[in-house]
T-cell receptor, first 117, second 112 residues
């Protein structure tokens, strides 16, 4: 089975621009979570999508948004980029359940490294 | 207080020794616990998951969970230089909604 794929792998933007990152989960997985990793803050949860619905959101400003399509692929968008948005953005997929079922395991993609100048 | 705490290290062990990595968490309702390994410049790779109190073994790795003490640990037996990486403890307090809270990670260095 192919793993989680993310595109693009590297991106350079300037302050004020916007960016869209894409994630394709493992085949059959319905839940996609997004994380930001920086040297200072570590890995932080952004949001999670299941069946095209955002079920959970982290403590990030509204400039960070996402969506999920019917084929479970997901995109996240960051508008009005700031220097502090430079980070590794990771997508993780899991099988996903319709109810609150524990024992979900998340598998990470290779990440998109974003540099904001 | 941070939600998930780990010693940042580096933890230096000789090849063949046992490496012991520790993690504490603050949300008593958490039910899912994970250890991920991350090599420099790479994404996290799942090592172990554990959901019940006690030990869970997988090859050279043993995860230990004590919910009463809010403590998770990872033992790596017969450590190899290829085990040198950052080990991330992650807790899911969301009850299956896939919101992982990560510790800062412990950097492990295994020297020959």
């Amino acid at each position: 089975k192919a793993g989680v794929t993310q595109t693009p792998r590297y991106l350079i933007k300037t302050r004020g621009q916007q960016v869209t990152l894409s994630c394709s989960p493992i085949s059959g997985h319905r839940s996609v979570s997004w994380y930001q990793q920086t040297p200072g803050q570590g890995l932080q949860f952004l949001f999670e999508y299941f069946s095209e619905t955002q079920r959970n959101k982290g403590n990030f400003p509204g400039r960070f948004s996402g969506r999920q399509f019917s084929n479970s692929r997901s995109e996240m968008n960051v508008s009005t980029l700031e220097l502090g948005d430079s980070a590794l953005y990771l997508c993780a997929s899991s099988a996903g359940q319709g109810a609150r079922i524990v024992r979900e395991t998340q598998y990470f993609g290779p990440g998109t490294r974003l540099l904001v100048l | 207080q941070k939600e998930v705490e780990q010693n940042s290290g580096p933890l230096s062990v000789p090849e063949g020794a046992i490496a012991s990595l520790n993690c504490t968490y603050s949300d008593r309702g958490s039910q899912s616990f994970f250890w991920y390994r991350q090599y420099s410049g790479k994404s996290p790779e799942l090592i172990m998951s554990i959901y019940s109190n006690g030990d869970k073994e997988d090859g050279r790795f043993t995860a230990q969970l004590n919910k009463a003490s809010q403590y998770v640990s990872l033992l790596i037996r017969d450590s190899q230089p290829s085990d040198s990486a950052t080990y991330l403890c992650a807790v899911d307090p969301s009850g299956g909604y896939n919101k992982l809270i990560f510790g800062a990670g412990t950097r492990l260095a295994v020297h020959p």
